[in-house]
């Protein structure tokens, strides 16, 4: 069973920088699919970014397409969102995700493991 617990997230000025980490316990990261979603207040959970286990592509919304940077750190057994240029319709609560199945892996429903959020907030 593996275990995803998400950190980094805060306040922030829109224009700033954060970098969200997701550490992975009772799984290896370099074995799975991983994925950055994230809900915003009264909306559904949506794709942002993934990282496949296979050859490291790399995969994002075109919302947050040059602005994100997706990147794991197998040593460390962690994943990494690098979020540049946040605004405020950035907000939400970032979800990291390992799926162990084939496919494009952009939908929730494709992932086995789910961590317990993070809030993010850029202030205009």
Same mark, same amino acid.
């Given at each position: 069973?593996?275990?995803? /617990?998400?950190?980094? @997230? @805060?306040? /922030?000025? *829109?224009?700033?920088? %954060?970098? !969200?980490?997701? *550490? +992975?316990? @009772?799984? =290896?990261?370099? =074995?799975? &699919?991983? @994925?950055?979603?994230?809900? +915003?207040?009264?909306?559904? #959970?949506?794709? /942002?970014?993934?990282? #496949?286990?296979?050859?490291?592509?790399?995969?994002? +919304?075109?919302? %947050?397409?040059?602005?994100? &940077?997706?990147?794991?750190?197998?040593?460390? $057994? &962690?994943?990494?969102?690098?979020? $540049?240029?946040?605004?405020?319709?950035?907000?939400?609560?970032?979800?990291? *995700?390992?799926?162990?199945?084939?496919?494009? !892996?952009?939908?929730?429903?494709?992932? $086995?493991?789910?961590?317990?959020?993070?809030? /993010?907030?850029?202030?205009?």
């Amino acid at each position: 069973q593996v275990q995803l /617990v998400e950190s980094g @997230g @805060g306040l /922030v000025q *829109a224009g700033g920088s %954060v970098r !969200l980490s997701c *550490a +992975a316990s @009772g799984g =290896t990261v370099s =074995t799975y &699919t991983m @994925g950055w979603f994230r809900r +915003a207040p009264g909306k559904e #959970r949506d794709f /942002v970014a993934r990282i #496949r286990w296979r050859d490291s592509s790399t995969y994002y +919304a075109d919302s %947050v397409k040059g602005r994100f &940077t997706i990147s794991r750190d197998n040593a460390k $057994n &962690t994943v990494y969102l690098q979020m $540049n240029s946040l605004k405020p319709e950035d907000t939400a609560v970032y979800y990291c *995700a390992a799926s162990e199945r084939p496919g494009s !892996l952009l939908m929730s429903a494709q992932y $086995n493991y789910w961590g317990q959020g993070t809030q /993010v907030t850029v202030s205009s």
